[in-house]
Nanobody, 124 residues
C-alpha cells in the first residue's frame, strides 16, 4: 500500500506559478513510477507529467510542454510538479498517482494508487 497526499494548490493569476507536492507513505516509494494527472469539470482525467522510479526519465503531456516540470526526491518520498506560465485552461483538480513496477505510463488505468487531489484555479 502507498498513501499519497497532494498539497500546494490554490488560486493564481494567469502567468503565475505554483509548485505542487505529493508526499508518499507506506511501501518503498523508489520502486514506483509517479504521475501527475488533472481533471477539469466535465472532462476526463488527463495525463500531465510522469517520472520513472529513478527520476531520470520524464514525459510531459503536450498541453504543458515547456511550462510544467516534474521531479522527485526519493529520500523525502515526495514528487513535485512545478507549474509555470499558468493559463486559465490549466484550472483543474490535480492528482498524483503511483504505478508499481517503476516504468512510465500515460494511461490513467495503469496507476495503482491515487491521492485525493489538490485544486488549482487560474484566473484570467
Amino acid at each position: 500500500q502507498v498513501q499519497l497526499v497532494e498539497s500546494g494548490g490554490g488560486l493564481v493569476q494567469a502567468g503565475g506559478t505554483l509548485r505542487l507536492s505529493c508526499a508518499a507513505s507506506g511501501r518503498t516509494f523508489s520502486s514506483y513510477a509517479m504521475g501527475w494527472f488533472r481533471q477539469a469539470p466535465g472532462q476526463e482525467r488527463e495525463f500531465v507529467q510522469g517520472i520513472n522510479r529513478r527520476g531520470d526519465i520524464t514525459y510531459r503531456g503536450d498541453s504543458v510542454k515547456g511550462r510544467f516540470f516534474i521531479s522527485r526526491d526519493n529520500a523525502k518520498m515526495t514528487v513535485y510538479l512545478q507549474m509555470n506560465s499558468l493559463k486559465p485552461e490549466d484550472t483543474a483538480v490535480y492528482y498524483c498517482a503511483a504505478r508499481a513496477g517503476g516504468q512510465l505510463s500515460l494511461a490513467v488505468n495503469s496507476y495503482d494508487y491515487w491521492g485525493q487531489g489538490t485544486r488549482v484555479t487560474v484566473s484570467s
